[in-house]
């Protein structure tokens, strides 16, 4: 599957930044893998510009823009419209998907060739029957107002019981995309089925050990270029290193990485040379956090 990926130069990932916060991680200290990687500060790349976002629940890299991310809001955003940010946060467009109808928007997920995903997974009282996650092409062009010319519904359900998620990822292997549900201690890992409205679990992510233990719960998560996946809980954010397949890879040992200072954050994005996050709030900061050292 081709990915386009942004240059780490058009985030100054790694280089000189305004605000700073949070010292760097993954060295190599006590409790930390063998090779993980080591991770500069949180760094603030700009102050998002478009003002209807204000309870940002999901970012994705543009597969075709760069530098170039893709948010919404949460479920209050009854018109189904994702906003396009650029690297300092300035507000780069809006796209409508007509009918969406969000019952729970929660996540959005990029194959990196120019497919997006809009999870409707959100279930906080754990009692839809089913699940909806919104497939389409990113526009050409970027501007305002614009609609998706096609946007496909694809319906998902739990094999046993109702979940709530706030995670969505784009499997490497499948191209399907990939729920992660939010409970304590772990997260469900369901698939939308080639065929049928029945997900495929694909295992579960541990959060009882390492750096993500006693950290909350899953609020994020993305796939790299390389396989690897972040994921981010309530107060942390770890790599794991690909392991050959997305269940193997979150069943390995993740190495620990930076958390911004958000108060409410939901988003993570994999980007050129590390990660960028975005929280919730009223002209919310567009934060960066890089690679340093392997």
Known sequence: MMRTWWVAALLGLGGCGPAKSGGETGDGGAGVPAGCPRFGAAEA?????????????????????????????????????????????????????????????EAIASDGAGQLYVGDIGDNDRSRDSLRIWQLTEPAALDQDQTAAVATPHSLRWPDVPRDAEAL?????????VVFSREPGRSVLLRLPASGTEGEVLGELSLAEGPLAGTGEVRGADVDPAGGVWVRTDDAVAWFPPLGGLAATLAGAPCPAVAPPEADGEAIAAVAGGYLTLGEGSAPTLWGVAEVAR
């Open 45 to 105: 790349r700009g102050t998002v510009a478009r003002a209807e976002l204000v309870e940002a629940s999901g970012l994705a890299a543009s597969g075709r823009h760069d530098g170039v991310v893709w948010s919404h809001n949460d479920d209050g955003d009854e018109d189904g419209v994702l906003y396009a940010i650029g690297a300092d946060g300035s507000d780069r467009g809006s796209l409508r998907i007509a009918g969406a109808a969000p019952t729970d928007w």
């Open 169 to 177: 990822v784009v499997d490497p292997e499948t191209g399907r995309p």
